[in-house]
């Protein structure tokens, strides 16, 4: 009896850890196809008149390694037929812009996706502007708390099921209603997930979707 019950505890976790598996991101290769699905506002990429949004029917990207020694690690990033670009300050296109040569970077479980701006001499990393509700691009590399610029790339044949409780090696995160919480600056780039503001600098920011002004 016992050594049925010890079976059929190991059984049970070789099936849990299967299905975890299941959920996370897969690592992105050239030549693959993936959907994107966004870590902080957690939902998955899609098109609307050829502007990238969250929400709505989810695209397809591809990805192709660029064969230069002049880009070395960057891609092409294609969906319905179209290269992905960038203008310089611009919101990023899937129908194509000025930069369209595209890094792809781990951050925290999950990866940065930045355009190469040879104008600015900078990384342009995509992230959702959860104030202004919509894709924008900023210089700063995505870390712990930066969870909007923080992407997962998933097999299109995954379950809808599988996606509800994405995991990441060290966030899990479930798909809600995308809503205002956390920390942002003025210009609507998230800096931390919750509402915490000790140990930020003195100005404005948004805490909670209400502008808040910190002075020590």
């Known amino acids: 009896m016992n050594k049925l019950l010890i079976t ?7 099936c849990t850890t299967a299905v975890a598996e299941d959920n996370k991101g897969v690592e992105p290769t050239s030549g693959g196809t993936y959907n994107l699905y966004n870590v902080g506002a957690k939902q998955f990429l899609g098109t609307e008149n050829g502007r990238l949004v969250l929400g709505g029917e989810k695209v397809k990207v591809t990805l192709k390694l660029i064969e230069s020694t002049t880009t070395p690690g960057f891609y092409r990033i294609s ?3 179209s290269m992905w670009g960038a203008e310089l300050w611009g919101t990023p296109s899937a129908d194509g812009g000025t930069f369209n040569e595209w890094r792809i970077e781990p951050v925290e479980g999950a990866y940065a996706i930045s355009s190469r701006n040879t104008e600015a001499s900078a990384s342009m990393y995509l992230y959702q502007n959860t104030i202004y509700n919509r894709l924008s691009a900023t210089t700063q590399m995505p870390g712990k708390e930066f ?3 923080q992407w997962l790339f998933v097999d299109p044949s995954t379950p809808e099921t599988a996606i509800e409780s994405v995991e990441t090696n060290d966030v899990q995160t479930e798909q809600t209603t995308n809503t205002t919480t956390g920390v942002h600056n003025i210009g609507g780039q998230q800096l931390r997930s919750t509402d915490n ?10 805490v909670g979707g209400k502008k808040t002004l910190l002075k020590k």
């Not at 059929?8 to 070789?14: E, R």
């Not at 930020?200 to 920011?205: M, N, S, V």
């Open 79 to 81: 969906s319905d037929n």
């Open 8 to 14: 059929a505890l190991a059984l049970l976790g070789t």
């Open 147 to 149: 969870e909007t610029a």
């Open 197 to 206: 503001t000790e140990g930020l600098q003195d100005g404005i920011y948004i």
